[in-house]
């Protein structure tokens, strides 16, 4: 989730020198699926996460420049976000939560979930018999009604 996260946010930032042609080529997504993702760096994420990514003690402008709510711009593509309220280790707030509230405070397109019951990691195989189970339609539906995909015929738009 923050991958994808930090893929929508900062798609144009310069991370290594070119190599070839391709390097100049527009690296936005078309959009963004964020699924249970950590966002923030601040206080509220996973110490396990932050301390992966940036080391055990990360000044505060390296927590700012990885915290995804932060870096949102209108730039950013519209994001597809879900999550669970039970999930222990990336909780919605001040992770989904404060990501749909910093896009759609920018007016980019966003849609979010939140799922009673799904813990952390609950992909597909995981929601069997859960309302949960409903999140890849919801993403079908949405990507559907953006034209990025021809909705299926189980899937009305």
Not at 8 to 21: I, Q
Not at 41 to 64: C, F, Y
Request: contains cysteine; aromatic residues 8%.
């Amino acid at each position: 989730g923050h991958v994808a996260g930090s893929l929508s946010t900062r798609w144009d930032a310069k991370v290594y020198a070119p190599v070839d042609d391709a390097d100049g080529q527009i690296t936005r997504p078309a959009f963004a699926a964020l699924m249970y993702p950590v966002i923030t760096m601040e206080t509220g994420v996973d110490g396990g996460s932050r301390d992966h990514l940036l080391g055990p003690s990360p000044s505060e402008a390296q927590k700012a420049l990885y915290s995804c709510d932060q870096q949102v711009s209108a730039a950013m593509p519209p994001c597809f976000i879900c999550c669970a309220a039970d999930d222990p280790l990336v909780p919605p707030f001040p992770n989904s939560l404060a990501m749909f509230q910093a896009v759609r405070g920018v007016n980019v397109p966003a849609e979010m979930h939140v799922f009673e019951i799904g813990g952390h990691g609950f992909c597909i195989g995981g929601t069997v018999g859960k309302p949960v189970s409903a999140w890849p339609d919801l993403f079908l539906r949405w990507s559907a009604s953006h034209g990025w995909i021809k909705g299926p015929a189980s899937v009305p738009v």
